[in-house]
């Protein structure tokens, strides 16, 4: 039997087996470990990811404060987290940095989440650089603050960047709460005339250009010098080819310039959220469960989508196909995105309130959390009511919900951890080094396909071709040529004395065969001539 039917058949014992292990193993977990098979079909997994704990406010210490200057309404809502929208993680300090929208606040707190560690900032004022216009209010409050995000220069000064949604602007100000800078509505020239300024999410570039998402505007994200001029629009999304816009490319060949005009327009989808990674490159998701395309982009400087050119630009994010569960379809719809330290992509589906974890090559990894269904309103620890945000820090994953009000921190499971060794590994070019704990996720989960690629390279690598020919089909069609390809050109090194000899012989047959075939022409010829 070929080591791939041993591998076959032992994935296909292993299948049946995890069930019963997802059962057992994560009994605490409100949620089925799955994964997608290289068919495309859902598959039981072992979890990556298992819920830590849940946050809320009054964890945070907020039900502590003093609101004696606050209605009797307002005092029981300000002791608690409401509709809180963004988190952002300082990687450097620790410090994390929550919306508070509905209370129109600011929450700074550190991965302890403890009373004596949190910060709440509702108030800021203006500086003397301000014109008087600014300066002369002195100070201002938050208005439905959406997004935050927060930069640190070389010098350690901190900047943090707020969407502050209802007042119509991105604030920027430093740890004495003093602001530095506004980004507000450009000029009717480069914004078009009428479309409101809501700022929804925010993000930062070493060089301190920002980049703000706007709900109303399709043209992509708006960039802004850090001196508060408008650069630019950035990473706007492709109209997507559908039928309609198909058949008008086509009309438009044939229309008079008045009827053009009076066609339709087709524009694409808004961004949905941003995140930067390490390296500078940005990446956005499209919140859609209609669109195909442009679901994640990673962008240049210059705004062009590199995983076009890698080929990652139409792959399918979060599950495969929209699913049918208890009288209700969900269809993934992608409303964040984080990248962590290790260069691992995060996507949290809104619809499915689900983490789908990549590695940087969009392979994916682990899938966790779910939302709660119509009997359980998401009141088990890892399920959701409305997730609007994903972040992580130390190999944790925290995920915000806006109506449970909470945080849900997701910690690594010993499987887990094994897998991120291997990717470590991988990512480095040390297959070899990479082989051992890829062979002992396939002991853990033989269902786990992303294994099977990984020693189809150790075995690559090590010029077991024919072993990593077993190893790479059916999981990866780029890995089974690159073996086909070394077995092949091995085959011939191997062989090539015999397979030289053979061909000299055929030669040398082939021009003795030429010669008495002309010898048996002549003699006949002359045969003939004597018989006359």
């Not at 630009?313 to 969900?330: C, H, N, P, Q």
Request: charged residues 25%; proline residues 2%.
């Amino acid at each position: 039997m070929s080591l791939f039917k041993k591998l076959a058949a032992a994935a296909l014992t292993a299948a049946v087996s995890l069930t019963a292990l997802s059962v057992t193993a994560f009994a605490d977990e409100p949620y089925t470990g799955y994964n997608y098979d290289w068919w495309g079909d859902p598959i039981p997994s072992q979890n990556g990811f298992v819920v830590d704990k849940v946050i809320d406010g009054k964890d945070m210490g907020l039900d502590k404060l003093d609101y004696s200057d606050k209605s009797s309404t307002m005092q029981e809502q300000l002791k608690n987290l409401a509709e809180p929208s963004d988190i952002f993680i300082d990687q450097k300090l620790g410090k994390f940095y929550i919306t508070d929208s509905k209370n129109n606040r600011l929450i700074i707190t550190d991965e302890t989440f403890s009373p004596e560690a949190t910060r709440v900032v509702e108030e800021l004022h203006y500086g003397d650089e301000f014109p008087e216009s600014r300066s002369e209010i002195k100070k201002t409050t938050f208005k439905n603050p959406q997004g935050v995000y927060v930069r640190t220069n070389t010098d350690g000064y901190t900047r943090i960047y707020v969407a502050d949604y209802d007042n119509n602007r991105v604030v920027t100000f430093n740890e004495d709460l003093e602001i530095v800078m506004e980004y507000i509505r450009p000029s009717d020239k480069v914004f078009e005339d009428g479309k409101t300024f809501n700022p929804k999410k925010v993000i930062v570039d070493s060089a301190f250009n920002v980049y703000v998402i706007v709900p109303s505007v399709t043209q992509g994200a708006l960039q802004f010098s850090e001196f508060g001029l408008f650069n630019s629009y950035y990473g706007a999304n492709r109209v997507e080819a559908t039928a309609e816009v198909i058949a008008q490319q086509f009309w438009k060949l044939i229309y008079t310039r008045d009827q053009i005009i009076a066609m339709r327009r087709n524009v694409a989808i808004s961004i949905s959220n941003l995140d930067i990674d390490s390296e500078g490159f940005i990446y956005t998701v499209t919140e859609s469960k209609s669109a195909d395309t442009d679901i994640l982009k990673k962008l240049n400087p210059a705004g062009t989508n590199i995983f076009i050119n890698l080929g990652y630009s139409d792959y399918t994010y979060g599950d495969y196909a929209t699913r049918y569960y208890k009288g209700t379809t969900y269809s993934s719809a992608i409303t964040d995105v984080d990248v962590d330290s290790e260069g691992n992509i995060y996507l949290l589906d809104f619809a499915t309130g689900r983490v789908f974890q990549y590695t940087d090559e969009c392979d994916l990894l682990f899938i966790f959390g779910t939302k709660g269904f119509k009997n359980s309103q998401g009141t088990q620890k890892g399920t959701f009511r409305s997730v609007s945000a994903v972040e992580t820090y130390k190999g944790r994953v925290y995920v915000v919900d806006n109506i449970k009000n909470s945080i849900t921190v997701f910690r690594e499971t010993e499987f887990g951890s094994i897998v991120q060794k291997a990717i470590k590994l991988f990512n480095e070019g040390l297959y070899d080094e990479a082989k051992e704990p890829w062979e002992e996720v396939l002991r853990r989960d033989a269902n786990y396909w992303l294994a099977y690629i990984g020693l189809g390279n150790a075995y690559l690598n090590q010029n077991d071709y024919q072993t990593a020919l077993d190893y790479f089909y059916r999981t990866s069609r780029a890995g089974y040529n690159r073996a086909f390809k070394s077995f092949r050109i091995e085959f011939i090194r191997a062989n090539f004395n015999w397979m030289l000899t053979i061909i000299l012989v055929i030669i040398v047959g082939l021009i003795v065969l030429s010669y008495v075939r002309k010898y048996l022409k002549k003699k006949k010829a002359a045969s003939k001539g004597g018989s006359e």
